[in-house]
């Protein structure tokens, strides 16, 4: 029997330097995917796969974020006049969403290690997911609801993982899949037997890339306590996750599904367009809009 995952770490607390100048005062996090900020996709993401606490790691000036799942009784009052009962429903939805957050600051960006490692008094004892707003994913089922499933067989942490350009493995936490090979026949759970920060492409194990969804357990605080500076002079999360792969299960999960770098401002138009054909109501406008640029 594998312990349940309540908890969900969302870290938030980067400059979002990328996306300069909007981030001067808008946290990235803010950044709206068709009509919901990349927040709001990865809290409901979370809220789908089964998870009841969110914990979301934040810096000063990232106010906006915690905000966005306040109450505004004064708008839902408006839109129940107006009979606009949908929106309202919404709006009520997500504050009772934001009823179940908690604030964390990580006073310092020293790395995802360290936003992680800021949140173990709140996570405790017990397996925790780690979502990175930054990386959307559009399937059919939620990606940390693929997660949990393979995390309920096999237990210990579980990772998402897609293969990615060979040029491009330092721009990821990369998988070593050991002796065994990886493709569509040796099915979606991938023994890991070890894990590299940014590699160069020739040093990297393989191409098979973490991406920004975690299922972990809470033994991984013992290695971030160390407080090992890696990659960047910052405190990795993937250097505290290759301490655990001799000591429990690891897995990565070969999700289904495409995923969009929201961190990147290719990625991001790319997943408005996706998510937003993704609707039945934007579908058809969406095409046409399309073709207009092909
Ligand atoms: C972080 C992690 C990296 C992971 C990536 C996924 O990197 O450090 O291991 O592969 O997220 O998006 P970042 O994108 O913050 O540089």
Redesign the pocket.
């Known amino acids: 029997m594998t312990k349940p995952v309540n908890k969900a770490v969302f870290p938030m607390a980067?400059l979002g330097t990328r996306f300069l100048p909007v981030t001067r005062a808008i946290p990235k996090e803010m950044l709206p995917v068709v009509d919901k900020p990349l927040v709001q996709w990865a809290v409901e993401e979370a809220a789908s796969a089964g998870i009841e606490k969110f914990i979301f790691v934040t810096a000063p000036g990232k106010e906006a974020i915690e905000a966005h799942f306040g109450p505004t009784p004064v708008l839902d009052h408006a839109l129940e006049e107006k009979g606009k009962t949908g929106l309202c429903e919404g709006s009520r939805a997500l504050t009772e969403l934001g009823a179940r957050i908690t604030c964390v600051l990580q006073p310092e960006p020293l790395?995802?290690g360290h936003a992680v490692w800021c949140t173990r008094e709140q996570v405790g004892d017990e397996p925790f997911a780690v979502l990175?707003p930054?990386?959307m994913i559009l399937g059919k089922t939620p990606c940390l609801q693929q997660m949990m499933a393979a995390y309920g067989e096999v237990g210990g942490n579980v990772v998402a993982v897609e293969n990615v350009p060979c040029k491009h493995t330092d721009?990821?936490?990369?998988v070593d899949p050991g002796n065994g090979t990886v493709s569509e026949e040796t099915g979606a759970l991938v023994p890991v037997k070890g894990?590299v920060?940014?590699p160069e492409p020739a040093k990297a194990p393989s191409t098979l890339?973490?991406?920004?969804r975690y299922i972990l357990q809470p033994q991984v605080f013992e290695h971030l306590d160390r407080k090992t500076r890696g990659?960047d002079e910052e405190i990795?999360?993937?250097d505290a996750l290759a301490k655990m792969v001799d000591t429990l299960p690891f897995h990565g999960l070969r999700f289904s599904g495409e995923r969009f770098?929201c961190?990147d401002k290719i990625g991001y138009l790319k997943a408005n367009m996706a998510f937003a054909h993704d609707r039945d109501a934007l579908r058809g406008a969406v095409s046409a809009l399309c073709r207009t640029f092909a």
Not at 171 to 174: C, D, L, M, S
């Open positions: 980067g790395g995802l990175l930054d990386d721009r990821y936490g990369i894990l920060e940014k890339s973490v991406i920004g990659v990795q999360l993937t770098d961190g």
